[in-house]
């Protein structure tokens, strides 16, 4: 299989299945002299990790990161340079149940990839979906961690502003609110009805979609290219790339279509400090592909988890008919761990343009 990596001078690439003896990746591009910790990368996976509200999945993996190669010791205790090669991360794997998976070894669980990987490949894991599980992911928020490191000032923050219908109310919205809570939800009112919902929804066995929002501040302005190198395309196919996510926009996105133009244009002023000052953002932080030093905004929706223990339709590997129930442990709303999911990515794709930038003009 291949199509393990992704970007060009910040270079992702993962490995690992969800029901093997490890998951990993390789982060290649890290410029020389970057300070890191196992500490500063395991504070992000353990926002990923699961099993840690009844929200999510109950699989406990305590997702211990370990740094492999690529860094030097620093002076304080626990720092690590980055020497510039490549930087390998191991997790272990420590709480798989592949039996929970054995009754549809041969049979295409709907909504899943299953079908499409044994079309494509001949072959698949039906063990938590192999590569295809969302085990993988947080081989991404390891690599995402790193991506800070590398754009000063950057800060990349995510939030669940939606699941199923019910969205926040943006004038509640609170950054510190998204972790007071187990949902990464901005509104605190909102959070409570979230409970009461996704408590119904995990005790029918079923599952509910999530919007995730994802805003990158401190975005120097020039990133990006024209046409095929455009900032917000490897931003939307960094954030398509993770399970589940069948939509994502930029700015306002597909609101856009339902404005004027008088109402979508940012119109711009000179500030104080002799910089160009935008008066409104519906552009996401983003103009022709290349960021205008505004917060880059991007949202994405992810569809409801598909294993649930309702019977749906399908057939087997020998084209029988059959009814498949999905037994073991599920998320009821993946779109709550896919935030700093989103944000690892958001990042990555800014790390990468970044480099690019600075590669290209000499400057930032």
């Known amino acids: ?148 490191q590398i754009v000063p000032g950057l800060s990349v923050r995510g939030a669940l502003v939606q699941i199923g219908s019910i969205a926040i109310d943006r004038s509640r919205f609170d950054w510190d609110e998204t972790r007071r809570n187990p949902f990464f939800c901005p509104d605190a009112q909102i959070a409570e009805r979230w409970a009461e919902l996704l408590d119904a929804t995990r005790k029918s066995g079923s599952s509910i979609g999530a919007v995730v929002e994802v805003v990158a501040e401190g975005v120097p302005a020039g990133l990006g290219a024209p046409l095929y190198g455009k900032l917000d395309a490897d931003i939307a196919a960094n954030l398509m790339s993770i399970n589940a996510v069948k939509g994502v926009e930029i700015g306002d996105g597909f609101a856009s279509a339902t404005l004027s133009g008088e109402e979508n244009a940012d119109e711009i002023r000179m500030g104080n400090d002799g910089r160009p000052v935008f008066l409104s953002n519906h552009a996401g932080g983003i103009l022709g592909g290349i960021s205008t030093g505004q917060a880059v ?20 590997a020998d084209g029988h008919e059959v009814d498949v129930m999905t037994k073991g442990r599920h998320d009821p709303c993946v779109g709550i761990r896919a935030v700093p999911i989103g944000e690892a990515m958001v990042a990555c794709a800014i790390a990468d343009h970044y480099l690019r930038h600075r590669g290209q003009t000499g400057r930032i």
């Open 1 to 148: 299989m291949s199509h393990n990596s992704f970007g060009h001078l910040f270079r992702v690439t993962t490995w690992g299945e969800s029901h093997g003896p490890a998951i990993g990746c390789v982060v290649d591009g890290t410029p020389p002299g970057t300070k890191l910790s196992e500490a500063m990368i395991q504070h992000f996976l353990d926002e990923r990790r699961p099993g840690q509200s009844r929200y999510t999945t109950q699989r406990q993996e305590p997702d211990q990161v370990r740094i492999l190669s690529g860094t030097m010791p620093g002076e304080a205790e626990g720092e690590l340079i980055a020497t510039g090669t490549p930087i390998a991360l191991e997790i272990q794997n420590v709480d798989q149940r592949s039996k929970d998976y054995g009754d549809i070894a041969r049979r295409y669980r709907p909504g899943h990839a299953d079908i499409a990987y044994d079309i494509k490949y001949g072959i698949r894991d039906y063990r938590g979906g192999g590569r295809s599980s969302a085990r993988e992911t947080a081989m991404r928020v390891a690599a995402g961690a790193i991506a800070r």
């Open 297 to 316: 905004v991007a949202r994405f929706a992810v569809k409801p988890t598909s294993s649930i223990l309702t019977p749906r339709r399908s057939i087997d």
